[in-house]
């Protein structure tokens, strides 16, 4: 769920904030800051809670001038892949201009979004959007993508806006008509590559779009740390030349549920961690690698490769069992396909 802090300065300016906040509350998280109206954050520091803010949420929206919304945020700044969407909207609520993150961040389309809901009008500034062109960060974070190298990316957009077509490579199926600026033929100084796998670099500036779609079927002895199962998943990841960014899910068995080690490591990185029981994991389709030890102590042959399978929703085998330290490790990849 999107986390959303709104920050007024005014009276005024906190009605349109509560207007905003009710507009919202049925589908994100909304928290308001109001230090006109909230007696009980008049001592405390504004610049603090933004610096918070600027980690935590996923979305800050300011309601007042631009120019405080710049001030307050840039000291905190720390790229396009890591800065939330940054909002500003006037007092009146008659603007919602995107300010921070436009695309990766999806505040451009979270401005319109918000427009939309309390009859605004959305001040959308970023180039591509503009002209009305393909915007690479912009579709990536709606396919729930990472963008690997972002320094790339004005590359990619400079080329599109002087009327180049971009390269694109993609290990996975297209399913839809490319976009104009978009080729598959050709020797493009600029392209981009989906793909799991970041090794190659077929342009000159090659922009990597990486699908989260990676599951960890994980399965361990009992008090195994967090320390070595992080260690063992980055060994496993560098070995098959995937990134940490592309892991959507890990999933074990049921008895599994609240082993401390995978659960600190799952909240570490914010990733999802979901069990299944040995009757879900054994009707799991395919051929696992099997051990009896396993069978007599969980009453299944294999529990990370079928964790794995289940989970990514009985996509691909990346990586068989592979065992270190009392953890066993499998990774499989959901059967994703590229859509414009």
């Not at 935590?56 to 710049?70: Q, R, S």
């Not at 709606?142 to 400079?158: G, R």
């Not at 090794?199 to 500036?205: G, K, L, M, R, V």
């Amino acid at each position: 769920m999107i986390h959303v802090k709104i920050v007024s300065f005014t009276a005024y300016g906190a009605n349109t904030g509560a207007k905003i906040a009710q507009a919202l509350n049925d589908e994100m998280q909304v928290e308001q800051y109001a230090r006109a109206v909230d007696r009980s954050l008049l001592h405390t520091k504004l610049s603090r809670m933004i610096q918070q803010a600027m980690v935590d949420c996923n979305l800050i929206l300011f309601v007042g001038a631009v120019g405080i919304a710049v001030r307050m945020c840039a000291p905190y700044l720390k790229g396009k892949q890591y800065d939330p969407a940054v909002i500003v909207v006037d007092e009146n609520g008659h603007f919602v201009i995107p300010v921070l993150s436009g695309h990766l961040g999806g505040a451009n389309a979270l401005a319109t979004y918000i427009a939309d809901l309390i009859e605004a009008q959305p001040v959308i500034t970023t180039a591509t959007d503009g002209r009305g062109a393909f915007a690479v960060d912009s579709w990536a974070a709606a396919q729930n993508c990472f963008v690997k190298e972002t320094e790339q990316i004005k590359f990619i957009s400079a080329s599109i806006l002087s009327g180049n077509l971009v390269g694109i490579v993609s290990d996975f199926p297209i399913d839809s008509e490319l976009p104009k600026e978009l080729t598959v033929n050709g020797q493009q100084s600029c392209g981009i590559v989906i793909s799991i796998r970041t090794q190659s670099h077929p342009f000159t500036h090659t922009l990597h779009i990486v699908p989260k779609i990676v599951h960890i079927g994980i399965g361990c002895r009992r008090g195994v740390s967090e320390h070595a199962i992080e260690s063992f998943v980055q060994e496993v990841l560098q070995e098959e030349g995937i990134p940490f960014s592309a892991i959507r899910q890990v999933a074990s068995i049921t008895r599994k549920q609240d082993e401390l080690g995978i659960c600190c490591f799952c909240q570490k990185h914010q990733l999802p961690f979901v069990t299944y029981t040995e009757q879900v994991l054994q009707a799991v389709p395919g051929i696992y690698t099997a051990s009896d030890f396993v069978k007599q102590t969980v009453g299944i042959d294999n529990v990370c490769e079928r964790a794995a399978m289940q989970s990514s929703q009985f996509g691909t085998i990346l990586r068989r069992k592979s065992v270190k330290n009392g953890i066993t490790l499998a990774l499989a990849a959901e059967n994703w396909r590229v859509q414009f």
